[in-house]
């Protein structure tokens, strides 16, 4: 019986002379197309010699899972998927969107050469660092900056530079993981800088951190905690008292300020997140921060500070391993312009526009997408909710932005199977369940996602 079904298995060259295959190499390359099919008729034999099938399919229903695999196979797995969470910088899909401005200029970095690494005025080899520099130290006062692959790669590159061997001095309160299992411990000890903790979880004093103080010392350093807070019977040490210890003993000081905020975002609102340019200004050795944080601009780690510093680094081995590549520069350069006017940047860079966006606004584009998933879809209960948005990315834990959603009570299949089905669209939706219900947050919702929202909810309930 088995070797009988085997047997009926059609002849490749039988297959590949059938219309329908032409049909389909014409639309994919044939060496990928004839693997689908190879791989197809693989897991035919193996089904029948296990039992799993008991017919022969058609060679039109070969083609066509030969068909449906090839299209598996060349389809990106990076992928477009609509954020529904209302999390503006959310790490796991892809944190800040990009300013047109900035778009606009990686488009142009991807498809014109550029002077990267070309002086123009000289004619010679020019520094592929310098076009960020000079924005940067314009809108920080900084006296010089680098710019590295990540944040993570700047703690690295700062320690490694100015603490190798020697100790770096770090409260105890500030030995951060910032998930994805980087914690700073660890970057520290692969840096060679060797952890000197201070003070208690809750509480340290900066008079903790002159009694670490030996010849061995080599940085004096502050982490902002930027994914929680320590309430209530807590103290920490400001970065200003820290400079001036450090200037006192003569020992460099830095600070990683996690997201790098350039707009006052909290001003008078008790949001206690750094500004880069107040902190600096504390006399700071180095700071360092994300790009693609509160900054909205691609993922980069920021080195400011003094140039004798950064001169430092830009000398070690290392920096040309964390390089950032002209895309990066390119869009960061483009997204710190916009910070020359804070309306402008506050319009314009969409991890500010979002965090900022009318309540109004929200609540409308609610009831928009609402009235049209009721119009294109039965057994579903729609409404509109009141719910609370995060900045995410690890900054201000603490603090939630009223927003309005979508909820979307489903009758005719359970929450959890309706979440799981959007998540599997072509345009994957992401939303949340709550109470019975899957959220989609309007505040991380683009125009150009609606239509798409739309109709993936109504694929969805289909099946
Ligand atoms: C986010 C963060 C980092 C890591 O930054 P990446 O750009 O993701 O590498 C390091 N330190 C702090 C305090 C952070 O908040």
């Keep these: 019986m088995t070797n009988e079904l085997l047997r009926k298995i059609p002849k490749v060259d039988d297959i590949l002379k059938h219309k329908d295959w032409k049909r389909l190499v014409g639309e994919y390359s044939e060496d990928t197309a004839k693997d689908a099919l190879r791989e197809c008729l693989d897991e035919l034999r193996l089904d029948i010699k296990e039992g799993r099938t008991a017919s022969v399919p058609l060679i039109s229903d070969i083609i066509g899972a030969a ?7 060349t389809a990106p797995r990076l992928k477009r998927v609509i954020n529904g969470t209302g999390i503006i910088i959310h790490t796991n899909l892809g944190r800040s969107l990009l300013a047109q401005k900035a778009i606009d200029a ?6 014109h050469y550029t002077n990267l690494e070309y002086d123009l005025k000289k004619g010679t ?79 340290t004093y900066i008079e903790d951190y002159e009694r670490a103080i030996t010849e061995n010392t080599g940085l004096l350093m502050k982490v902002h905690t930027s ?39 909290g001003d008078g609102d008790g949001l206690d997140e750094p500004l880069v340019k107040r902190e600096l200004v504390k006399g700071l050795d180095v700071i360092s921060f994300s790009g693609d944080k509160l900054l909205g601009a691609p993922q980069a780690g920021i080195i400011l500070g003094e140039k004798q510093c950064i001169d430092m680094m830009r000398k070690n081995p290392m920096t040309r391993a964390l390089r950032p590549d002209r895309f990066t520069l390119a869009g960061l350069e483009s997204t710190l312009l916009l910070y020359l006017d804070m309306e402008d940047a506050r319009r314009e860079i969409p991890t500010l526009s979002m965090i900022f966006q009318d309540e109004g606004l ?10 049209a998933v009721r119009k294109r879809c039965g057994n579903l209960s729609v409404s509109v909710a009141a719910v609370h948005s995060e900045v995410g990315g690890g900054s201000l834990p603490d603090v939630v932005i009223p927003s309005f959603a ?33 959220i989609i947050d309007m505040r991380t919702i683009l125009r150009n996602d609606e239509p798409f929202l739309v109709s993936g909810i109504e694929i969805a309930l289909k099946g």
């Design 67 to 73: 068909q449906k695999r090839v299209a598996l196979i």
């Design 125 to 203: 080899r020019g520094d592929r660092y310098e076009h960020c520099t000079y924005i940067l130290k314009r809108l920080t006062g900084a006296e010089s900056a680098l710019v590295v692959n990540n944040n993570a790669g700047a703690a690295f590159l700062i320690l490694n530079t100015l603490a190798e061997g020697k100790e770096a001095i770090i409260s105890r309160g500030e030995l951060v993981e910032i998930g994805g299992s980087f914690r700073i411990p660890d970057v520290m000890k692969k840096s060679g800088a060797i952890l000197r903790e201070v003070g208690t979880t809750n509480r």
């Design 406 to 438: 979508v909820a979307l009570k489903p009758e005719a299949i359970s929450v959890e199977r309706l979440e799981e089905r959007l998540r599997s669209l072509d345009v994957p939706i992401i939303g949340r369940i709550e109470r019975e219900r899957l």
């Design 362 to 371: 929200l609540k409308r584009k609610a009831q928009r997408i609402a009235a």
């Design 227 to 265: 994914n929680f807070r320590i309430r209530g019977f807590a103290h920490e040490v400001d970065v200003g008292e820290i400079t001036t210890l450090g200037r006192k003993h003569n020992i460099p000081t830095y600070y990683d300020a996690g997201s790098g905020l350039f707009y006052p975002i």
């Design 106 to 111: 990686i488009v142009g970095a991807a498809s």
